[in-house]
T-cell receptor, first 111, second 113 residues
Framework: QKEVEQNSGPLSVPEGAIASLNCTYSDRGSQSFFWYRQYSGKSPELIMFIYSNGDKEDGRFTAQLNKASQYVSLLIRDSQPSDSATYLCAVKAGYGNKLVFGAGTILRVKS | EAEVAQSPRYKITEKSQAVAFWCDPISGHATLYWYRQILGQGPELLVQFQDESVVDDSQLPKDRFSAERLKGVDSTLKIQPAELGDSAMYLC???????????FGPGTRLLVL
């Protein structure tokens, strides 16, 4: 079983809709969760992170954690064509701040 | 805004040749990471430094890969000899300390022919 799993997509949503991205993780002791956005050919860019103590909202983005089911979600409200990218979920694991990444979900926002 | 610098941005080499990548982290960031990202996959940690010391190199193929951060600032990742399967994006990231948020540089895209 992979440590962090994501549906590869693509997830297609119309402009203005809510995009919902999910990932599951295997280490029940994980405390920190990160969402990175990666445009084609570019490096990952941090969108937001949450800790195990609660959800977080930042502008159009909301990250939610379901500890019981071991999954993390990212909601993007009012999706824009510029949101079209690959979204990487990462979980901090073990000593030394190591991030374990999922393979990413491709999001396509159609105008 | 401070950024992680990497060079070169692109590198094409033939198999069995040596290649080297350079990374300069955000000023003041003590922790530096090298990741490899194969197309269609997420980044995978190769090596992590805390200042000049290696914290984690468990996934670094040590028969051909080496990494150093001699003065605890910039870092070099070397592959010798390169193999076809090494074609990937090599990403450098840094954080203030071992618990801090990681910020990525632009990456070096390597193609081995």
């Amino acid at each position: 079983q992979k440590e962090v799993e994501q549906n590869s997509g693509p997830l297609s949503v119309p402009e203005g809709a809510i995009a919902s991205l999910n990932c599951t993780y295997s280490d029940r002791g994980s405390q920190s969760f990160f969402w990175y956005r990666q445009y084609s050919g570019k490096s990952p860019e941090l969108i937001m992170f949450i800790y195990s103590n609660g959800d977080k909202e930042d502008g159009r983005f909301t990250a939610q954690l379901n500890k019981a089911s071991q999954y993390v979600s990212l909601l993007i409200r009012d999706s824009q064509p510029s949101d079209s990218a690959t979204y990487l979920c990462a979980v901090k694991a073990g000593y030394g701040n190591k991030l374990v990444f999922g393979a990413g979900t491709i999001l396509r926002v159609k105008s | 805004e401070a950024e992680v610098a990497q060079s070169p941005r692109y590198k094409i080499t033939e198999k069995s040749q040596a290649v080297a990548f350079w990374c300069d982290p955000i000023s003041g960031h003590a922790t530096l990471y090298w990741y490899r990202q194969i197309l269609g996959q997420g980044p995978e940690l190769l090596v992590q430094f805390q200042d000049e010391s290696v914290v984690d190199d468990s996934q670094l193929p040590k028969d051909r890969f080496s990494a150093e951060r001699l003065k605890g600032v910039d870092s070099t990742l070397k592959i010798q000899p390169a193999e076809l399967g090494d074609s990937a994006m090599y990403l450098c990231a840094s954080s203030k300390d071992t618990g801090g948020t990681q910020y990525f540089g632009p990456g070096t895209r390597l193609l081995v022919l």
